[in-house]
């Protein structure tokens, strides 16, 4: 090609090159592929001056019809409202676009001049001279504004989640959430033979632990169960020969909420066969080394370990905060609580940016169900394997018995929890029926597949939501969730749990006894 011609097209083959070579390089997203835009509003820097390029974003606010902010998910840039007759038009319309429009600018990026640029953006060096502009949808007043440094009502944000989902710290959590479950997913299938397996949610009620949320079925007083976890689901396929499954597994749980709990809830849900305790732990210390987000640092493994009584004897706790420099016991008679005031106070540290990880084990099998009460409950759940060394001890004192348990902690937050699993029918019996008192009838298929050579197991699930909100060291889980539900357990978006007509309940052969409040609510 001749040196003029190439000189010609070179400037308008560059952003298809760019494109091009932006998909060579392995785990660099092109955010502009399939769409109109050339760049998003965070990507422009002084090599683009020169090039057109065509930006979509929302107002984020204008200068005395000058200048225009334009923010997108990955950053802000400055756009020259152009002042001459010939822009007359796009003059009146970026002038005018009240703060949250949806825009399109086409212009040319220009260097800032010298003592404009702002060393704060990113994008500070250039901005673009608009030529064309297009307002694609104009915003009514917002009920809030979403600036990060204006505090708004917890209700208010959830009411127009999808206004608070555009600020950038929830489309920060939210991306480096979607990443980790990447990586995650990455480490375990591609990397060591995990299989991804979707199990249901529609099931029956499970013995012991949280309540479950039911389903009403046209099948009169017959009631699906919403799974508090894909316990039963695991073993199952442990037994049908999938011998490394893994799920990013939704789970229910009607406990009613709390700041770090949601009636709804995502779990990394794993499970294998033939592997031990220290198996699955190097397991969840690699997965987490693998996918831990770079920004934050890098963890260390192995994790350190504590037993459930050294816990319970150092820091009052089974979940031991052990970025603390000293224990509890040092402390007097002093716990956790108070441990927050002496920090407050200056008398203890605590890193803030590191994270902790910790392993408690040696659990009890089983814990009294209330204090000083003979009736027994499962400390984890009623499949888990008694200590090799304890088994004995199942059929003469079953309060001595320690379990194959673990729970994971992080900064004295537990972040996951599993167990080696009890694959002999006639163990998960004798635990079910003797022990915990439980009708057996219901886990029928379970320990009639126990029966029919299942394989040694165990597994573990990690706390997504709570994981996360560590990471970016968020106040609650809400603040990782796209569309959370209240305290209360309520979507205030959209309005759920909401009414519905008699007529709708009828092939479900329920009726609902209205209290007085609720029935005036109704009618009104
Ligand atoms: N299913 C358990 C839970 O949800 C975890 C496990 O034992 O793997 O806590």
């Not at 066969?273 to 770079?294: C, H, K, N, T």
């Amino acid at each position: 090609m001749a040196l003029p011609r190439l000189l010609r097209v070179l400037p308008r083959a560059l952003p298809a090159l760019a494109r091009a070579l932006h998909r060579a390089v392995p785990g660099v997203p092109d955010f502009n592929s399939f769409v109109t835009r050339t760049n998003t509003c965070g990507e422009l820097r002084s090599a683009h001056v020169g090039q057109e390029v065509t930006l979509y974003g929302w107002v984020q606010y204008q200068r005395q019809g000058l200048f225009l902010i334009l923010r997108d998910f990955q950053g802000l840039t400055q756009i020259v409202i152009p002042q001459d007759e010939a822009h007359s038009h796009v003059k009146k319309l970026l002038s005018s676009a009240p703060v949250e429009s949806v825009v399109r600018v086409t212009g040319i990026v220009s260097p800032r001049p010298p003592g404009q640029e702002n060393p704060k953006m990113p994008t500070g060096d250039i901005e673009v001279k608009a030529e064309t502009a297009e307002i694609l949808n104009s915003s009514k007043k917002l009920p809030f504004e979403l600036k990060d440094f204006v505090k708004k009502s917890e209700a208010l944000r959830m009411q127009y989640r999808y206004l608070d989902l555009r600020s950038f710290p929830l489309q920060h959590n939210l991306r480096l959430r979607s990443q980790v479950v990447m990586r995650m997913r990455e480490f375990l299938c591609n990397l060591h033979g995990f299989v991804d397996v979707e199990t249901p949610t529609l099931f029956k009620r499970t013995p012991g632990g949280a309540k479950e949320f039911l389903v009403p079925s046209r099948e009169a007083g017959k009631f699906y169960s919403l799974p508090q976890s894909p316990q039963q689901f695991k073993q199952l396929l442990m037994v049908g020969g999938l011998d490394r499954y893994f799920q990013v597994a939704r789970c229910y749980r009607d406990e009613g909420s709390r700041p770090d709990r949601q009636p709804e809830f995502t779990q990394i849900d794993i499970e294998m066969s033939f592997v031990d305790q220290a198996g699955i732990q190097r397991l969840i210390e690699g997965l987490l080394q693998y996918s831990w987000p770079e920004e934050r640092g890098s963890i260390t493994a192995p994790f350190p370990s504590m037993t459930y009584e050294e816990a319970l004897a150092d820091y009052g706790t089974d979940k031991p905060d052990t970025r603390f420099g000293m224990k509890c016991s040092a402390l007097g008679s002093l716990r956790l609580g108070s441990a927050d005031l002496l920090e407050a106070a200056g008398l203890v540290l605590r890193d803030p940016a590191a994270f902790h990880f910790l392993w408690v084990v040696d659990f009890p099998l089983f814990l009294p169900k209330e204090e000083n009460s003979t009736e027994l409950e499962s400390a984890h759940h009623p499949f888990t394997a008694p200590h090799p060394s304890d088994a004995h001890l199942l059929y003469s004192d079953p309060t001595k018995v320690r379990s194959q348990h673990y729970d994971l902690v992080l900064n004295g937050c537990e972040v996951g929890g599993g167990s080696i699993r009890i694959h002999s029918a006639e163990l998960q019996r004798f635990v079910l029926e003797k022990v915990l008192k439980e009708d057996s009838e219901v886990l029928s298929h379970l320990l009639q597949a126990l029966e029919f050579g299942a394989p040694p197991h165990g597994g573990i699930a990690l706390g997504l939501d709570r994981l996360i909100s560590l990471i970016v060291d968020a106040p609650s889980i809400r603040d990782v969730i796209a569309f959370p539900k209240s305290f209360r357990g309520r979507d205030l978006m959209g309005n759920a749990p909401d009414y519905v007509t008699p007529e709708e309940l009828e092939p479900y052969h329920i009726q609902v006894s209205w209290p007085l409040e609720e029935k005036e609510a109704k009618q009104n």
